[in-house]
C-alpha cells in the first residue's frame, strides 16, 4: 500500500491479535501459558504519570490546563502529573515508590517493581484520602446504595459494576457501618482507587 503507515497503523489496529481481550481462557492458557502466541493481552501496568492522572480522573478533580510552573505531585495539586516538580537532589516520594527514573542519571528504561510500600502507600496516604473523598461526594446525592455503587464504578472503570461486585459492595458497606457507626463511602472509593484494575491496562 504504497509504504503508507496510516494504513498499516489501521491493519495493526483492526487485526484479531490487537482485539484481544485480557480474559483468561482455560483452552488456551492450557496449550500457550507463556501468551507466546498473543491468544490474549498481556495485563501491564500504567507509569505513575498515567495511573495518577487516572485516579485524579475518576475523582473528578483533574485540572485539564496546560502549561505553568510545575508543582509537587503530592500536594494539594490536581494538575496532571506531566506538570510535576523533577528535582535531580531529591526524588518526589509518590513518584519514586511507582518506578519514576532517577533524573541525576541516563536511564533508557524505566524498572518496573512491585513493592508492599506501594500498596502501603494506597492504604494510607493522605493522598489517597483526598481522592476518595472528591471521588465520594461526587455521587453523595444518590440514595440507593447499589445505584451508588454503579456511579462509581462508571466513574473508576469506565464500565457498569457486575452484580456480584455490588453485592459485594453493599455487604462491605453494611458490614463496616455496624463496625465504625457511620457510612464508609470513603473506604469504598479508597478501595476502588487503589485496585489492581485501575493501574493495569486490561
Known sequence: NGWSLKWLHKE????????QSSQMREDADTADPTNQWMWRLTPRRFDVEAWRDS??????E???YAGGPSEDAT????RRTVYSQIRRSG????LQLYDFPDASQHQPERQETTTPLQQL????SSWMERQAASLTALDQG?????ARIEAMYRRTFSRDATQKEIDLGLAFLKR????????PWEEYAQVLLGSNELIYFH
Not at 91 to 94: E, K, L, S
Not at 121 to 124: A, E, H, L, Q, S
Not at 176 to 183: F, L, N, P, S
Open 62 to 64: 483533574l485540572d485539564l
Open 121 to 124: 502507600f494506597v492504604m494510607n
Open 75 to 78: 500536594g494539594e495539586v490536581s
Open 91 to 94: 526524588w518526589n516520594p509518590m
Open 176 to 183: 463496616r457501618q455496624a463496625e465504625i457507626g457511620r457510612e
Open 12 to 19: 495493526i489496529m483492526l487485526s484479531a491479535t490487537y482485539m
Open 142 to 146: 444518590i440514595a440507593d446504595g447499589a
Open 55 to 60: 485516579v485524579i480522573q475518576a475523582s473528578g
